[in-house]
């Protein structure tokens, strides 16, 4: 634990930002600096990891340690490193192409095995440093420079994937909300095991305004709902909507007569049975519900590198190999006269 007290100034590296103007990982980056100077780690013991895209300059801009990795490898590097040193607070940094794509495999490994490290996922639907491809999460009939008549594939849902993968850990939030983002990086640094965090970014040079139908001004308090837990699921303006369980699926209503606020779903993101949590995961503007943001699931569990630990710990003990001369000197040895 640190004892010296830093803001979001102090980790501010000398590089000069290179994102176009007006990209979402810009206040990104300013919602992970916010983070760590409020968390209490030391700046040392801070490793930033990312793979290849617009989101992996990332441990360029920040004043810690970092890795700048090759296409979609961000996690084996993350889990290696956390493994290694598992005091310190590790943050890998992916793109919906280079984490769901080329990363995919390690994507859900990492997740799977519960590594005690913070994942952040930068959602924009496209290729971006490439140039326009379309990516695991372009929508369906998208127009992109690899899909000038529409993609014909059905896209992922991250949250799917890390419910699928075992996942314990998974929130959501946008570029462009610095203060919430901020507030779920310090609850996900803080808990213990693979904290999954999508951001939904928007790209202003290849997929402008991919996220407007839930982000814009006009339709936005309509379109989402932040989560907490202990609370009722309430969104709207006004606070006047909720949601409820009808059967086996959520349903949006509008609190009156009919329906009254001990009727609304209490958010309970520390239930181990994922069920409403993939429900949740799954709401849609299409389907007539608003899209879920916040900490949608929070799951305490082994931790990988804990179990391991512990695991060498007690082979050590009960081994009779205590130095190479018991080694050299184990098994089937002879003697040559």
Not at 96 to 117: P, Q, S, V, Y
Not at 122 to 133: P, R, V
Not at 305 to 334: A, C, H, P, R
Request: some cysteine; glycine content about 10%; proline content about 3%.
């Amino acid at each position: 634990m640190s004892e010296t007290k830093y803001t979001f100034k102090d980790f501010k590296s000398d590089q000069e930002v290179r994102w176009c103007p007006g990209c979402g990982d810009t206040a990104v980056l300013m919602a992970v600096q916010k983070a760590m100077a409020l968390l209490d780690h030391d700046i040392k013991d801070y490793a930033v990891v990312s793979g290849i895209g617009c989101s992996s300059r990332f441990p360029y801009y920040m004043n810690t340690y970092g890795f700048h990795g090759i296409h979609g490898r961000a996690g084996v590097l993350a889990s290696g490193i956390k493994v290694a040193n598992p005091k310190l607070s590790v943050w890998q940094i992916t793109g919906d192409g280079d984490g769901m794509a080329i990363g995919g495999n390690h994507f859900i490994h990492e997740i799977r095995r519960n590594i005690n490290l913070n994942l952040l996922l930068f959602n924009n639907q496209i290729y971006g440093l490439t140039k326009g491809q379309y990516s695991p999460t372009s929508v369906f009939g998208q127009i992109t420079k690899t899909s000038p008549h529409g993609t014909i594939e059905q896209p992922f849902s991250t949250g799917q994937l890390v419910i699928g993968a075992q996942g314990k850990f998974f929130a959501r939030t946008i570029d462009s909300k610095v203060q919430e983002t901020t507030d779920i990086l310090v609850v996900a640094d803080k808990h213990e095991g693979t904290s999954v965090v999508e951001i939904l970014q928007n790209c202003v040079i290849y997929n402008d305004g991919a996220h407007d139908v839930i982000t814009s001004k006009e339709t936005r308090d309509e379109n989402q709902i932040w989560l907490e837990h202990g609370k009722p699921m309430l969104f709207g303006k006004d606070k006047n909507k909720g949601i409820i369980l009808q059967g086996m699926k959520l349903k949006a209503v509008e609190l009156g007569e009919k329906y009254k606020l001990e009727d609304i779903l209490v958010h309970d993101a520390y239930d181990p049975d994922p069920s409403l949590h993939l429900a949740l995961i799954n709401m849609s503007v299409a389907d007539g519900l608003p899209v879920a943001f916040g900490i949608i699931r929070q799951v305490k569990a082994p931790v990988y590198e804990q179990l391991l630990e512990n695991q060498i710990t007690q082979v050590k003990e009960k081994s009779k190999i205590k130095n190479m001369d018991d080694l050299l000197n184990s098994g089937s040895t002879w003697v040559i006269e």
